[in-house]
């Protein structure tokens, strides 16, 4: 793996994933997020279109994945874990610029096949360095990583908490589909950035307005859809 190498990633929300992914860009390479909820067929569709040669997976999903094309080698995040506290901890010679990829990720492919968009470190640094002076994110600001990480919400959620220096809360699966849970996580996590789709937040409000907890928000940031200002008058 080095610079502009693909690296695709099948990984449940959880530490395993935030490291494998910090592992791809410390070797020079770009990931391609991969949920291991869509169908086998779309996987492998995004795994054969991106041309990825190595997929970073987890023990529990193999029997799940599609069969792999010939020359992809998927390695286990969760392999032997003993056996990674002996490898080296010093960061690698290798440096992206800001030019070289840090992530291709794919459309939903509502009209047509999913297509791959390719993102170059300098992307994400604007994104960041631009709203930086709008919001003054720090190190107390406690974010939640709502999303899935093949949408493209998430690349903010992450890299936003831990650029940042910020706090980063991985919410699982299950509790990002039940208003009630992830309402209550936020309050027990004191979370202070929440990052939602107006249609999930309406869900939130209704969870504020029915067992009200103290929150510590200090911003609400939206996206992935038009936001109706009028929904927010509660």
Same mark, same amino acid.
């Given at each position: 793996v080095g610079t502009d190498i693909l690296v695709g990633m099948v990984c449940e929300r959880s530490l395993d994933m935030v490291v494998g992914l910090l592992a791809i860009l410390k070797a020079g390479g770009a990931y391609v997020p991969l949920d291991p909820t869509y169908p086998a067929e779309r996987l492998l569709y995004m795994i054969e279109d991106s041309g990825v040669r190595v997929l970073l997976t987890q023990d529990s999903l193999r029997v799940s994945l599609p069969a792999m094309p010939a020359g992809v080698e998927?390695? !286990?995040? !969760?392999?032997a874990g003993a056996t990674w506290s002996t490898c080296d901890s010093g960061n690698l010679p290798t440096r992206p610029a800001a030019e070289n990829l840090a992530y291709v990720i794919y459309?939903?492919?509502s009209t047509g096949q999913p297509k791959g968009v390719e993102v170059e470190h300098r992307n994400v640094a604007r994104l960041?360095?631009?709203t930086q002076a709008h919001f003054d994110f720090g190190a107390r600001d406690?974010?939640?990583l709502f999303h899935s990480y093949a949408f493209d919400f998430s690349v903010w959620e992450l890299w936003g908490a831990l650029l940042y220096g910020g706090r980063l809360v991985v919410v699982p699966y299950a509790i990002s589909?039940? &208003?009630e849970e992830f309402y209550q996580l936020v309050a027990s996590e004191q979370v202070t950035v929440l990052?939602?789709? &107006?249609?999930?937040?309406?869900q939130f409000m209704r969870g504020d307005a029915e067992m009200p907890q103290t929150l510590a928000l200090k911003w609400v940031v939206f996206g992935g859809e038009a936001l109706e200002l009028g929904t927010l008058a509660p």
């Open positions: 998927l390695v !286990d995040l !969760d392999f459309t939903s492919g960041m360095r631009t406690v974010w939640t589909r039940s &208003p990052n939602q789709t &107006p249609s999930a937040f309406r």
